[in-house]
């Protein structure tokens, strides 16, 4: 389920699309651990076009449908904002999907795959790793604009294409119950990762009852704002476009602003096995604080502002439970490229949790400075 699936002939499929031009090649594209990317190259008399074609995961989408309304409502939203407020390259700013030649926005293929098509992005580029401050805050400022963007998105309420996605507790119990069972029994090789989860039980439940309480506010959100889910602008750096829609949904704000620390935070690669150089590096968490703060600043509640820096351990402590899970579960959710790569994601994860957490004096200077 899994494991890298050989590449199909994508020449049927990229047919289904109404596209112009001869095709001539489809490669696998970017590092998604998610869905099946390809940029696929045709040709017309004015020079070879690229175009995204993907295809969804149903074992992680289980509605493809309702994933492929949500995200026509949110980019159709977003370009008609996007065209009220004047603004320039509007199909290098929010995703445009291609319709199929019978005009719809997905293609079905006979063994029920769902596919679609994009515009591709040219002379931007998505990183794994961090690079600059910059990029931090450009990235940051991105996602927090996607995010005021949709704020008026009309109702009704967009679907939730994975239930309790952020929903740590319900994660952590998910943790819990594959401890227990072991079906493959692997608990035995992560005994130290197992009791770093369990002794931070007390983290879960925080923006839960927030949010019960009416505190946190629930909004539109994305719910998937790691680094390489946003297009950098290769000639100006600015965060261009954001890109990977499947979970945008009602969420909170600072399940986004979380992911973004966790992602960016770091000078290493998701799932290194050196962790010597995994840590949180605090220019970067300044960077991503102004970007945020700067689109996102003047819609921010108070108890939002007041748990940006909480967010960026407990969203770095959830997806490090989610390898978890994944790892002792046999690998059946992120795809792996090799033996043991979801424990190593876990480690890179809970060594960055516990960064976040010697600096918290840090971050928390760092917020007061960025509010005045
Ligand atoms: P996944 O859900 O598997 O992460 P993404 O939608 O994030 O899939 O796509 C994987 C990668 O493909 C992205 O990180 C990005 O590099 C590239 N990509 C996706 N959409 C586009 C696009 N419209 N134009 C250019 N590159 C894209
Ligand atoms: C997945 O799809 P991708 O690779 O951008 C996952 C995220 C995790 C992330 C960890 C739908 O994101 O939730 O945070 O991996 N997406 C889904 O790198 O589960
Ligand atoms: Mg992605």
């Known amino acids: 389920m899994a494991v890298l ?33 390809y940029a696929a190259t045709f040709n017309r008399a004015d020079g070879a076009v690229r175009y995204i074609l993907q295809r969804i995961n149903h074992h992680v989408f289980k509605n493809p449908a309702a994933v492929m309304q949500n995200i026509e409502r949110v980019t159709a939203h977003v370009r ?15 995703l445009t999907l291609v319709p199929t030649r019978a005009g719809r926005a997905w293609h079905e293929d006979a063994d029920g795959n769902t596919w679609r098509c994009y515009l591709f992005i040219e002379g931007a580029t998505t990183y794994d790793q961090i690079g600059t401050t910059r990029q931090a805050s450009e990235a940051a400022r991105a996602f927090g604009e996607f995010q005021k963007l949709l704020a008026d998105l009309p109702a009704p309420r967009l679907h939730d294409t994975i239930p309790d996605f952020h929903h740590t507790r319900r994660r952590f119990d998910a943790l819990r119950a594959a401890i227990e069972t072991d079906t493959c029994n692997r608990a035995a090789d992560v005994k130290r990762e197992i009791r770093f989860c369990l002794q931070r039980e007390p983290m879960v439940d925080v923006l839960l009852n927030l949010r019960a309480q009416g505190a946190l506010a629930e909004r539109v959100t994305h719910n998937d704002t790691k680094l390489n889910n946003v297009m950098l602008d290769d000639a100006t750096g600015e965060g261009i476009c954001v890109i990977d829609l499947d979970t945008v949904m009602p969420g909170l704000a600072l399940d986004d602003f979380g992911d973004m620390c966790r992602s960016a935070c770091r000078p290493t690669l998701e799932d290194v096995r050196d962790l010597s150089k995994v840590e949180a590096r605090m220019d970067m968490f300044e960077a991503l ?19 940006l820096a909480f967010s960026a351990r407990l969203i770095t402590f959830e997806i490090g439970v989610r390898f978890l899970t994944d790892y002792l579960e046999g690998d059946r959710y992120f795809k792996t490229r090799r033996p043991g790569h979801n424990a190593d994601r876990t480690r890179v994860q809970f060594k960055m949790v516990e960064s976040f957490e010697q600096h918290e004096d840090d971050m928390n200077r760092i917020l007061k400075a960025a509010r005045g």
């Open 80 to 94: 008609r904002k996007l065209e009220a407020a004047g603004a320039g390259q509007i199909d290098r700013r929010v």
């Open 289 to 307: 604080v102004g970007g945020y703060l700067a689109s996102a600043g003047e819609f921010l509640n108070t108890a939002e502002k007041e748990h």
């Open 5 to 37: 699936k050989q590449k199909p002939d994508l020449r049927p499929v990229a047919k289904q699309f109404a596209i112009g031009g001869d095709f001539e090649e489809a490669r696998s594209y970017g590092t998604g651990h998610i869905n099946d990317t």
